[in-house]
C-alpha cells in the first residue's frame, strides 16, 4: 500500500500554513517556481539524457514529459500514462547523500502512485538496449 504525503507546512508567525501546490492537467501537485528550472534543464540535458530521449523515449508508444516538475521534484522523464518516472543519475546520486535524497524522493513520488525506475548514466550510453528493453517491459499487457 503506498504512503501518502500531505503538503509540507510552513512553520511561521501565524502558525502552520499548507504550501500550495498547482495541479496540473495531469492531476499531479507541482511547484510553479520549479517551471524556469525544468526548462533550462530541457535545453541543457545531459549526454545520457539526450541518449535516452532522441533515442527512444521521444518516440515512445506513450507520451512522455521531460524535466517534469512533480511536487518540490524536477524528475527526468514522467509518463502519466503509466505513471512512470524515469531518472537519469548521474554521480551527484552515488554519495550516501545522495542515495538518501533519492530514497526519500522515490518515496514521497511512489506516494502519488507512480512508479520510480532509475538508470546511471553507464547504464544508458554502454548498455542502451538493455535499458530499453527495461523500460518497454513496464508497459502492461493491456495498457491504460
Not at 508567525?13 to 510553479?32: M, R
Not at 523515449?57 to 521531460?66: A, E
Request: charged share 25%; with cysteine.
Amino acid at each position: 500500500m503506498p504512503i501518502i504525503y500531505s503538503p509540507p507546512l510552513i512553520r511561521g508567525v501565524g502558525g502552520d500554513q499548507l504550501l500550495n501546490l498547482k495541479d496540473s492537467d495531469f492531476y499531479l501537485p507541482y511547484n510553479p517556481a520549479l517551471i524556469p528550472k525544468a526548462k533550462e534543464l530541457r535545453k541543457n540535458m545531459t549526454s545520457a539524457e539526450k541518449k535516452l530521449w532522441y533515442g527512444y523515449l521521444r518516440t515512445f508508444k506513450f507520451t512522455v514529459l521531460r524535466q517534469r516538475p512533480i511536487d518540490y521534484f524536477i524528475v527526468d522523464f514522467y509518463c502519466p500514462t503509466l505513471k512512470l518516472v524515469i531518472e537519469v543519475d548521474g554521480e551527484s546520486h552515488y554519495t550516501k547523500e545522495g542515495k538518501d535524497y533519492d530514497f526519500q524522493r522515490s518515496q514521497r513520488l511512489e506516494g502519488y502512485g507512480i512508479e520510480v525506475i532509475r538508470f546511471t548514466n553507464q547504464q544508458i550510453l554502454g548498455n542502451f538496449e538493455r535499458v530499453c528493453g527495461e523500460i518497454q517491459w513496464l508497459i502492461p499487457p493491456t495498457p491504460p
